[in-house]
């Protein structure tokens, strides 16, 4: 099995006399990126001078990093200027990310042009993992504006010798299947739920793909399943966030975990609720120091991701640290109820997450998209399933695939349930046919109506 090439890339980049990355010389670098990141934050940035204040001047070791604060997106949400620390001439993009709860404010992240220059960079050596020098690289992720994510990843395609192909997001996955063939494309890099669409839309003969890579979103197996079965190739994952420089870790050959960018970021899996690190192999949340960026340098930022670091070393012998595939994020658990009338939403200890969801629906042959939304009309939850299949699978029989949706969906609710006891929740399933276009790629979540009706009913 090919060694990851992010080895040689961070050997070579923390300048050690081994061509072999070893873990010792990894950390001795790592120390003295994160004393210079403390260091930079502190003299150049107010708000990091306040939040720091009771911190060690100086860590001494990488342990010493748990006596600093965390910060969180409601940090950069309230004064993102202020975690500034170069003056504003050298801020070379700026991205806003709009939220989707109450908060109201947008978040705003700061990169400079070496702070895009190590993202280029590492866009460059991870997809070496996969893409060989003249492949054609279709980019299904939003690419026009200069700077974003699919312009960046353009950019390091050219510098492997590979030819990017600029497409944007998917609108009508149709569309792009016939792409795949008339641009004689190789690699494709798209959105996991979009790359479906797209599998679910290839005619016979389908054409032969080296490999895909899944970015943005939660790919589930049932999603890599049909989308290596479709174009016979190989599909890898990766991990990141604009927080990260949107590079934060990618699958090696052996397709197993995330390894973690380390040379630039240094990585934690804490206990949410007791900031405490967690042990290699338990979940926790996935917590990380930036250790290269000059722009917005963030130290300890909570991601709300729940993941692990995978304990043992990886079958293709690198050194870097693997993190799991993130399971949900911290607030997109929905917890059942329960039957009794005085039960408080979310009373049980019976939890559902998007992940399972996606699994067990994604498996259905036709879906091509759905939401889901968790509502409680009497005294039972209710969870309300609304899925876009195929016309093909919806003209050969609707009740069919209902049906299918229905069981899917009650094995995920029975999946993680006390059998003695279980929690019981009425299902709802509709099935419309898909017509093009597919929603706006976002963060998709299960919709949970409950809070607002239980505020009502019991206001005070
Ligand atoms: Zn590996």
Not at 6 to 33: K, S, T, V, Y
Not at 229 to 250: I, N, P, S
Not at 332 to 339: A, D, F, I, R, S
Not at 353 to 363: G, H, K, Q, W
Request: a neutral charge; charged letters at 25%; glycine letters at 6%.
């Amino acid at each position: 099995m090919k060694r990851i090439p992010l080895d040689p890339w961070i050997a070579a980049r923390i300048g050690g006399p081994e061509r072999l990355l070893q873990r010792d010389a990894l950390q001795a670098w790592q120390l003295a990126r994160l004393r210079e990141t403390v260091t930079i934050a502190r003299d150049k940035s107010r708000w990091y001078r306040r939040h720091l204040q009771n911190a060690p001047v100086e860590p001494r070791s990488l342990d010493d990093l748990t006596a600093f604060p965390f910060s969180s997106a409601d940090d950069i949400r309230q004064e993102p200027m202020q975690l500034l620390c170069v003056s504003q001439d050298q801020i070379n993009r700026v991205v806003t990310l709009e939220t989707s709860g109450t908060t109201g404010s947008p978040k705003r992240l700061y990169f400079t042009r070496d702070d895009q220059e190590l993202t280029i960079d590492f866009f460059n050596v991870g997809m070496s993992t996969f893409t060989d020098p003249g492949d054609r690289v279709l980019i299904l992720l939003p690419c026009q504006t200069p700077g974003s994510v699919g312009d960046l990843l353009a950019t390091a395609l050219l510098r492997l010798g590979a030819i990017p192909i600029k497409h944007g997001v998917v609108s009508d996955p149709a569309v792009v299947v016939e792409i795949l063939q008339s641009e004689r494309v190789d690699v494709v890099v798209g959105i996991p739920v979009q790359l479906l669409a797209m599998a679910r839309c290839q005619r016979e003969p389908a054409p032969r793909l080296k490999s895909v890579l899944f970015a943005t979103d939660y790919a589930s197996d049932a999603i890599r399943q049909l989308v290596q079965k479709t174009w016979h190739c190989e599909a890898y994952d990766h991990y990141g966030m604009t927080e990260m420089g949107l590079g934060g870790g990618v699958e090696c050959d052996a397709r197993y975990g995330y390894h973690l960018r380390e040379a630039d970021m240094l990585f934690e899996v804490i206990d949410p609720a007791t900031g405490v690190a967690a042990p290699d192999g338990d979940y926790g949340e996935v917590v990380f120091t930036t250790l290269t960026r000059r722009g917005m340098p963030l130290i300890r930022y909570r991601t709300g991701d729940i993941s692990r670091f995978i304990p043992g070393q990886c079958p293709c012998g690198s050194c870097l640290k693997r993190l799991d595939r993130i399971t949900h994020r911290i607030n997109g658990v929905v917890v059942l109820t329960g039957q009794l009338a005085q039960s408080r939403v979310g009373d049980s200890d019976t939890q559902i997450t998007m992940a399972r969801l996606d699994e067990a629906v994604f498996s259905v042959a036709g879906v091509i998209d759905y939401s889901a939304s968790m509502s409680r009309p009497g005294n039972l939850d209710h969870l309300q399933l609304d899925a876009q299949v195929s016309s093909s699978n919806f003209k050969q029989g609707a009740e069919k695939v209902r049906e299918s949706l229905t069981v899917a969906v009650q094995s995920v609710l029975r999946s993680n349930q006390n059998s003695a006891a279980p929690v019981p929740c009425s299902i709802e399933v509709q099935v419309i046919p898909f017509i093009a276009p597919l929603r706006r790629p976002a963060k998709r979540a299960i919709v949970d109506q409950r809070l607002a009706r239980e505020f009502d009913q019991f206001p005070g």
